[in-house]
C-alpha cells in the first residue's frame, strides 16, 4: 500500500509541474489568491478582506479581475491555466461545484460558484472544502509527505479537518467529512455554534483561548495583564504565547489546557481511523511549543498503545501556503481524473 502511494504521489507530482495554476484560499478574514507556477512556486499573491464581497456575485467579480491581474503581471493568458482551484470554510458539493454555505458569509446558499465562474473566465473551476484543500498541499508538498494515512487539522477560530486516507482525499457520504472541530470532547462543556454542547472547537478554538485570557486578566496581575493593558485590552493569541514566554502561569496553564483537549480530540481520531501521520495547522498552531507536550502527553494516555506508539504528529510547514498549494493538486485531480467520488479515489471505480 505504502508503494502504491508513493507511486500515485510521484505521478500527481510530475502532472502538477507542467501547468500553471491559480489557487484561491477563503478564509473567515482574508481571501488569498495565488498564481502558482510549474516549479509550485507562488510567484503572485493577492489579498483581499471577505467581508467586503460578501454577496457572491460580487465575489466572482472580484476574483475575475483578480485572476486576470495576476496572469498579465505574470505575462500570461488564460489558455495557459490548468484550472482554479477554490477552499471554501463550509460544506461544498464538489461534483457540481455548488457552495452549499459558507461560515461566517450568510449570504452564500446553495451558490454554483464553479458554473458561474467557470463561464466568466472560461476556465476550468473546481471547488472544495477549504481544511480538504490545505490536507492536499501538506500531504503533497508540506509536512505531510510520506504518510499514506494523513489527518490534517487547522485550528483558528473554528478547528477544520482533513483526512487523507490510503494517499486519497475523503470526504465522505456527502461531502462532509472531516468535521473534527465539531467532535463531542466535553459533555459538560460550552455550546458551540453549532448549537452541540462540549464540541472541541469550544475547547481549542481562538475564542475559547481568548475567554480564558480575559479571566485569568482579571483574576491577578502579571505579565498577561501588563501585555493586555499595553494593547489597550486587545487579548490575542499571540499575546498570550508572549505572556507564556515571559514565565506567565496563567498564560502557561492556559497553552496546557488547550494541549489537553487537543489531545483527547487527536486520541479519538487515532483510535478510529489509525492514521501514520497527523500536521497541526492554523494560527494557533505558532503557540506549538507551549501546547503540544501536553498535547503529546495526553494523547499517548488516551490513545490505544499501539496506535499512539506508531503514529507521528507534527506542525504544518507551509503556513498560509497550504491552502494555494493544495489547490494545484485539487485542480490536477479533479481536471484529469473527472468529478470523482471517494469509489474512484480508492480505486473501486463507480457502482455499476
Request: charged share 20%; with cysteine.
Amino acid at each position: 500500500m505504502r508503494k502504491n502511494v508513493a507511486i500515485r504521489r510521484r505521478t500527481l507530482a510530475r502532472s502538477v509541474n507542467g501547468k500553471w495554476v491559480v489557487g484561491i484560499d477563503v478564509g473567515g478574514t482574508n481571501v488569498k489568491v495565488g498564481l502558482v507556477s510549474p516549479q509550485r512556486r507562488v510567484v503572485r499573491l493577492c489579498l483581499f478582506a471577505t467581508q467586503t464581497y460578501q454577496k457572491p456575485d460580487s465575489f466572482v467579480v472580484k476574483i475575475s479581475e483578480v485572476v486576470q491581474s495576476l496572469l498579465e503581471q505574470a505575462g500570461l493568458g488564460i489558455s495557459k491555466l490548468e484550472g482554479i482551484g477554490i477552499g471554501l470554510p463550509g460544506p461544498v458539493d464538489v461534483d457540481r461545484g455548488i457552495v452549499h454555505s459558507c461560515v461566517n458569509i450568510p449570504a452564500w446558499q446553495e451558490f454554483p460558484l464553479r458554473r458561474i465562474l467557470k463561464r466568466r473566465l472560461n476556465c476550468e473551476v473546481f471547488v472544495d472544502n477549504d481544511v480538504n484543500v490545505t490536507a492536499l498541499g501538506v500531504w503533497m508538498f508540506g509536512s505531510g509527505r510520506g504518510f499514506c494515512h494523513l489527518v490534517c487539522v487547522t485550528i483558528g477560530t473554528g478547528v477544520g479537518g482533513g483526512l487523507i486516507l490510503h494517499g486519497s482525499l475523503y470526504r465522505g457520504s456527502n461531502g462532509s467529512a472531516g468535521e473534527i472541530g465539531h467532535m463531542a470532547v466535553n459533555p459538560r462543556g460550552r455550546i458551540c455554534a453549532c448549537g452541540a454542547r462540549g464540541c472541541l472547537e469550544t475547547e481549542i478554538g481562538s475564542l475559547a483561548i481568548m475567554d480564558r485570557a480575559r479571566k485569568a486578566v482579571d483574576r491577578k496581575p502579571g505579565p498577561l495583564r501588563n501585555l493586555a493593558r499595553k494593547a489597550y485590552g486587545r487579548l490575542t493569541p499571540d499575546l498570550v504565547c508572549q505572556a507564556a514566554s515571559r514565565g506567565d502561569a496563567a498564560a502557561k496553564a492556559i497553552w496546557d489546557e488547550v494541549g489537553y483537549w487537543l489531545g483527547v480530540g487527536l486520541a479519538n481520531l487515532v483510535n478510529l481511523l489509525n492514521p501514520d501521520g497527523i500536521v497541526i495547522g492554523g494560527g494557533i498552531a505558532n503557540a506549538w511549543k507551549f501546547f503540544s507536550p501536553v498535547m503529546m502527553r495526553t494523547l499517548r494516555t488516551q490513545a490505544m498503545t499501539l496506535s499512539a506508539r506508531t503514529v507521528r504528529v507534527v506542525r504544518d510547514e507551509l503556513g498560509s501556503q497550504a491552502g494555494i498549494l493544495g489547490a494545484t493538486v485539487l485542480v490536477q485531480q479533479l481536471g484529469k481524473r473527472g468529478l470523482a467520488t471517494n469509489e474512484d479515489f480508492f480505486g473501486l471505480g463507480k457502482p455499476g
